[in-house]
């Protein structure tokens, strides 16, 4: 799907004051932060790409103020935290980085790997300079004299833009203005979900597939060529760079206490309209998207979220602090509302043989573990499931969760389980031979299975 | 090994299901329905050393280690 | 009575060598079930790997006898040198060269095995695929340097030893053939869990957690 614009004025979307408020900065952005905008004349944009006009970038932007030392204190005082779903304190990964000894290498994380999600790339569409200069300068955080772009191969693949093309015409356009101290190469990661898993990422820059290896030794120790690498999410360096022109106390001004700032999520209607726009962390989740009667459940958090009842997803906002008790994460930022005339059932099967067939085959209890669980939530979303196919999913979540090399059977593991609970009715109903769906087709989009080598390459 | 904090941790790329380390170990580690370790996170008190050390040396594709600490 | 100390050296020395071939026939057959974690009967699964070992330690006593005997056998010329320098013997130069390779490529495997946990897997694995040539080599040495195995009972068991290795050879290159590679297990899985006849049927094995696991050879269990 083509990331499409953004959406709801920055009021709908912000849960807090909008710029000009407590806390704001005179000529900061307020919210949308991360949209690319121009002040060129139409005729002069006709010929640009979207995000491609590095000059007005940096008119728009202006330079960062703050670099190297100055700017880690101002991250960490911003508490910026990893947009690529795991939420990790960007200013603890930095630091450990730098501390590492030996050349570093940083690496701008664009592949998303989740079917439902394209605010990634939408920000490396729109924003690919406010990216690049996030990579730029954590490299000159780290210390690092490499770097590199990672993002899904092109358009055919997923259905998104072509962004290796899109990302080397943003990278040549700098190369030529020469603001680029570190250099740059681009990686393609193959279309799998897996791929932008951290040690995967680390994998395949190295030359071999991305699968995710041991945590023995995590990239910030060893990564790429053996050597200490910071891994970021492409949306996280786009704060950076941001944060690197305005501040901490610009980023804090909206989002809550705890978890600040804003972030991209990618919203999917109960109409299967898709938008990616940009929220401030705590906003409510009704500011997101139509939460009407005909919304059957709300998925928060992508694949490896979890499932909220309407009436919780009415109430619920986005971040962590209110999130996890109800038993789902912000994660990346994917929220979606099924229709009521899908059965969530068949859905959440549909999803979990899709993860399962995501598995990257090298640690049992997740090869073996996941089809299981596919097969028994298959069976359960059929009318009359057989007796102990419930059961089963029980034992099964409880013996795959935490005992793989990646977090991969974990989030499985959760997103199964809100759905065993948010959908309990429709169990009972299928038990009774009836399913309360009128729709047959499926509305969760689902990779295509994988099943060669050159698959995960 | 000494270290009041060991614990065994095994590599789930390369442990292939051989079972051995159950076998030897089983106070720490008991095997799935696919033959796959569950192994406990409980530190290894010195009495069970020899064991873990056993298990480890037993295992065909070197994925189980004695990790100190933390 | 007739028997001189250099006969009763050659004797010594072919007969530790039949031995050490019949064990070293054993050693390989036991490492390749390891591979395919298969397990022999009545024995818990970690003696498959014990016996691997032992019985390769107890293959090198035998072997050392057999090469000092043969060193020290004035009958035969073969330096102490000519055990590890292949084709450096004046006595049946070609053949004891082979035993000699053969002899270096053990003396790599029992020395990078005890040494395993600090070479790492890589480096361990790809000195241990010698083995696979270090058989065959030790084979034709046996047949080369003496007529014993040539006729009669000790040719009979030559033959045996060879059909054990290779039809183990042959079974784990079948086996690992057949083994599903990384991006096929889950689908493979997946299709084993499926429910026959549209009538849901839970997995054959669930519930029972067990250690005691029949011969599979195949990567997904």
New interface residues.
């Given amino acids: 799907m083509r990331p499409s614009s953004t959406s709801a004025p920055a009021s709908r979307a912000d849960g807090s004051p909008a710029a000009g408020g407590a806390g704001a900065v005179p000529g900061a952005p307020g919210l949308p932060r991360l949209r690319a905008t121009t002040n060129r004349a139409p005729a002069e944009t006709a010929t640009l790409e979207p995000g491609l006009d590095l000059v007005a970038h940096l008119r728009q932007h202006g330079r960062p103020r703050f670099r190297g030392a100055a700017l880690l204190d101002k991250v960490q005082t911003a508490g910026l935290t990893g947009r690529g779903g795991a939420a990790f304190p960007v200013a603890t990964k930095l630091a450990a980085v730098a501390a590492a000894s030996g050349n570093a290498v940083a690496v701008a994380n664009g592949a998303e790997g989740e079917p439902a999600s394209s605010k990634d790339a939408a920000v490396l569409w729109f924003s690919p300079h406010l990216v690049l200069d996030g990579l730029q300068l954590a490299a000159d955080v780290v210390g690092a004299d490499t770097a590199y772009v990672y993002v899904h191969a092109g358009s055919d693949t997923r259905g998104g833009p072509d962004l290796p093309w899109h990302l080397r015409a943003a990278l040549a356009q700098r190369e030529a203005a020469g603001i680029d101290r570190v250099p740059v190469e681009l990686v393609e990661a193959p279309p799998r979900f897996l791929a932008g898993e951290e040690t995967a990422l680390v994998s395949r820059i190295n030359g071999d597939a991305a699968?995710p290896t041991d945590k023995q030794y995590r990239p910030f120790q060893r990564g790429v060529g053996g050597r200490p690498t910071l891994v970021q999410n492409v949306e996280t360096l786009a704060h950076l760079a941001l944060i690197a022109r305005h501040g901490a106390t610009w980023f804090r001004s909206v989002g809550t206490r705890d978890e600040p700032g804003s972030m991209l999520c990618t919203v999917r209607e109960s109409d299967g309209h898709v938008r990616v726009l940009e929220a401030a962390l705590g906003a409510p989740l009704s500011f997101l998207l139509k939460l009407g009667d005909d919304v059957q459940a709300v998925l928060v958090g992508g694949y490896h979220g979890g499932w909220l009842s309407l009436t919780d997803a009415r109430r619920l906002a986005l971040c962590n602090a209110e999130l996890r008790p109800a038993g789902t994460i912000v994660g990346a930022g994917v929220v979606i509302a099924l229709p009521a005339a899908h059965c969530g059932l068949a859905e959440t099967a549909s999803v979990a043989?899709s993860l399962?067939?995501?598995?990257?085959?090298?640690c049992?209890p997740?090869?073996?573990g996941?089809?299981?669980i596919?097969?028994?939530l298959?069976?359960l979303a059929?009318p009359r499931?057989?007796?102990?196919?419930l059961a089963?999913l029980q034992?099964w979540a409880g013996l795959v969760a935490g005992r793989g090399a990646c977090h991969h059977p974990d989030g499985t593991v959760r997103f199964v389980a809100s759905a065993l609970r948010a959908f309990a009715a429709e169990i009972a109903e299928h038990a009774r031979g009836r399913c309360t769906a009128a729709r047959s087709g499926l509305f969760l989009p689902v990779t295509a299975?994988?099943?060669?080598?050159s698959?995960?390459r | 090994m000494r270290d009041a904090n060991a614990r065994l941790r095994v590599n789930r790329t390369?442990c292939?299901?051989?079972?051995?380390c159950?076998?030897?170990l089983p106070e720490r580690v008991?095997?799935?329905?696919?033959?796959?370790p569950i192994v406990s996170d409980t530190p290894l008190p010195a009495r069970l050393t020899r064991a873990a050390r056993?298990a480890?040396?037993?295992c065909?594709?070197?994925a189980l280690r004695v990790a100190g600490g933390s | 009575m007739g028997i001189t100390s250099s006969t009763a050296l050659w004797y010594a020395s072919r007969a530790t060598g039949v031995v050490a071939l019949v064990l070293l026939t054993v050693v390989v057959v036991l490492g390749i079930l390891?591979?395919r974690?298969g397990r022999l009967p009545r024995l818990?699964?970690?003696a498959t790997?014990?016996l691997h070992r032992s019985i390769s330690l107890l293959a090198v006593a035998f072997l050392a006898v057999h090469v000092l005997t043969a060193i020290a056998d004035p009958y035969v010329t073969i330096g102490i040198a000519a055990a590890v320098v292949p084709f450096s013997a004046a006595y049946k130069t070609f053949w004891i060269g082979l035993g000699a390779v053969s002899l270096d490529i053990m003396i790599a495997l029992i020395i990078t095995s005890l040494a395993?946990?600090r070479i790492?897997?890589r480096t361990?694995r790809a000195v241990h695929w010698l083995a696979y040539a270090c058989w065959p080599i030790a084979l034709v040495h046996s047949i080369g340097s003496s007529n014993d195995l040539r006729s009669g009972g000790l040719l009979a068991l030559a033959v045996l030893c060879t059909a054990a290795v290779a039809g183990a050879t042959g079974w784990r290159i079948v086996s690992a053939a057949a083994a599903?590679?990384?991006?096929?297990?889950?689908?493979r899985?997946?299709a084993?869990?499926?429910?026959r006849q549209g009538?849901?049927?839970?997995?054959r094995?669930?519930?029972?957690?067990?250690?005691d696991?029949p011969l599979t050879g195949a990567?997904?269990?």
């Fill in positions: 699968r043989r399962a067939l995501e598995s990257a085959g090298q049992g997740c090869f073996n996941l089809p299981a596919a097969a028994a298959a069976e059929r499931p057989a007796g102990p196919a089963n034992r299975p994988a099943v060669t080598e698959d995960w | 390369h292939t299901g051989h079972g051995a159950a076998e030897l008991e095997l799935d329905e696919w033959g796959y056993q480890v040396a037993a065909p594709e070197l | 390891v591979n974690r818990p699964r970690f790997m014990s395993r946990a790492g897997r361990w599903p590679r990384p991006p096929e297990r889950a689908g899985a997946l084993k869990s499926r429910p009538v849901g049927s839970p997995s094995d669930a519930g029972r957690a067990t250690a696991r990567g997904v269990r």
